[in-house]
Nanobody, 115 residues
């Protein structure tokens, strides 16, 4: 059974940092592109970043220079280091498997940026 389990969310002040993790199981992790996708309150899903199996990375413009996506294939884990957080980064963050389309999702972890 494929599972993606996110952790690391929480409440942080503007300008602070959080590191999200996604533990993957049930599939050959290093064969797949992996993504972070978020949903802000009252809004639709927004792709945040992805990482290929060769560790090439891509980011949406609003997080470039602040967020870093990475993966540890030996640990079947995906990470998102989030620095200089802003209120507009608030939302539920999901890890998702796939390239152009996502066929497996985690349950999400809540990130709230507020003073």
């Amino acid at each position: 059974e494929v599972q993606l389990v996110e952790s690391g969310g929480g409440l942080v002040q503007p300008g602070g940092s959080l590191r999200l993790s996604c533990a993957a199981s049930g599939f050959t992790f290093n064969n797949f592109f992996m993504n972070w996708v978020r949903r802000a309150p009252g809004k639709g899903l927004e792709w945040v970043a992805n990482v290929g199996n060769g560790s090439n990375t891509n980011y949406t413009d609003s997080v470039k220079g602040r967020f870093t996506i990475s993966r540890d294939n030996a640990k079947n884990s995906l990470y998102l280091q989030m620095n200089s957080l802003k209120s507009e980064d608030t939302g539920v963050y999901y890890c998702a498997r796939g390239g152009a389309t996502y066929d497996q999702w985690g349950q999400g972890t809540q990130v709230t940026v507020s003073s």
